[in-house]
């Protein structure tokens, strides 16, 4: 696999953000696209999703590695295995995860996930909303992979910088997009539907997860109604998706805050009054 050496994690910002390779004959870009994808059934809708971006990324010139989770049976429970002879006892999950991370005794699957991580410059999840999140198997594979010193624990804690993370941190410079099914018509996740804003349920995952290691998020693709989806209905839901897939490398992220760049108090990392668009509140205060 050509991935970048797991020890180059936390090397310098530059060394963290490989950039997106542009063709020598032409204005397109080369991306390496790791899709992440947690569905059971191969034959699923989400499973079509995840092939047909597969096909149409690799059309375009570009890279593709799948970390398909039911099929790898991705263990999705974090325990002291993960961690090897760097485990403690009792168990401590930061700390031990970060030791296993910095002496290189994470478990084997852990770290391939992780030179993944590196290897791309763009990441897909794909994935349905059970119970208004995510799998747990995804989750879990959130819990592992993301280690401390890896994702989090990473950079200078002083009176004017607040460790690297939310616009910093080892994945700076990489780009996410969730792509998800929802079973409800769309007007239940609208803003005044019985389950909540759409952008609201995928906050602690846009905003929690992945911009937290300084990942840049995209704006998500949803599919709604998915419940009563049918063959007829594939075609122009495939054509939304290729769309969506085509103009990955251009589009243009969530506009998230920096944490350390003058928008909060530190340490309190309280939004500066003052800076609040009008009339906005609760998680949409932390966009620009």
Avoid: C
Wanted: no cysteine; net charge negative.
């Amino acid at each position: 696999m050509d991935a970048a050496p797991l020890n180059d994690a936390r090397g310098s910002v530059e060394d963290r953000r490989p950039p997106i390779e542009a063709h020598a004959d032409s204005k397109e870009f080369h991306m390496k696209v790791l899709i992440v994808y947690a569905h059971p059934e191969p034959r699923s809708l989400n499973g079509s999703l995840k092939d047909l971006a597969v096909k149409t990324l690799e059309s375009a010139g570009h890279e593709v590695q799948v970390s398909d989770l039911y099929g790898m049976k991705w263990k999705a429970v974090l325990d002291a295995e993960d961690y090897g002879p760097s485990a403690s006892s009792p168990l401590k999950v930061a700390a031990d995860s970060g030791t296993a991370f910095d002496t290189g005794t994470l478990a084997p699957e852990v770290k391939a996930e992780q030179e993944k991580l590196l290897w791309a410059d763009t990441y897909i999840f794909q994935f349905p909303m059970w119970w208004y999140t995510m799998p747990a198997i995804l989750k879990g594979w959130v819990d592992r992979v993301f280690t401390y010193h890896f994702a989090y624990g990473v950079g200078e804690h002083s009176d004017v910088k607040y460790g690297e993370r939310f616009g910093e941190g080892t994945l700076l410079g990489k780009r996410a997009m969730l792509s998800v099914t929802a079973g409800g018509p769309e007007s239940h996740y609208s803003d005044r539907g019985i389950n909540g804003p759409i952008d609201d349920l995928l906050f602690p995952i846009h905003h929690g997860i992945l911009y937290y290691p300084g990942i840049e998020v995209l704006p998500p693709f949803v599919l709604y109604g998915t419940d009563r989806t049918t063959d007829e209905d594939y075609p122009d839901i495939a054509k939304a998706w290729e769309h969506r897939l085509e103009n990955l490398e251009s589009a243009d992220p969530i506009p998230f805050r920096r944490q350390n760049f003058g928008d909060y108090e530190i340490p309190s990392l309280h939004l500066k009054e003052g800076l609040e668009p009008a009339g906005r509140s609760g998680f949409g205060l932390h966009s620009r």
